[in-house]
Nanobody
């Protein structure tokens, strides 16, 4: 059974940093897209940052470019999201997603993700 377990959320002041982690277990995919989505109350879910586990290519939403960095540790089967210069508008529930098979080694939020975590809350105060 595939499980994605997020950790690292919390409350910070604007300008602060957090690092989210997503550990995968029971995972059978050797080459897929993994990454992070977020959803704030009353808003649609947004793809934040994605990484292709084989090619290493990354995708970032325009709203987080230059502030967030996605990375992976194959040995630990873990994907990270380093979030710097956080803003109040980054406040949301952050979800880890995985299991999206794509050709060409590039990931986009529109592809189908087969596995989702339970989410971790990030709150940024002004």
């Amino acid at each position: 059974q595939v499980q994605l377990l997020e950790s690292g959320g919390g409350s910070v002041q604007a300008g602060g940093s957090l690092r989210l982690s997503c550990v995968a277990s029971g995972y059978t995919y050797s080459s897929d897209c993994r990454g992070w989505f977020r959803q704030a109350p009353g808003k649609e879910r947004e793809g934040v940052a994605l990484i292709h586990t084989n090619s290493g290519n990354t995708y970032y939403a325009d709203s987080v470019k230059g502030r967030f960095t996605i990375s992976q540790d194959h040995a630990k089967n873990t994907v990270y999201l380093q979030m710097n210069s956080l803003k109040p508008e980054d406040t949301a529930m952050y979800y880890c997603a995985g299991g999206a098979r794509v050709s060409g080694g590039y990931c986009f939020p529109e592809v189908w993700f087969g596995a989702w975590g339970q989410g971790t809350q990030v709150t940024v105060s002004s």
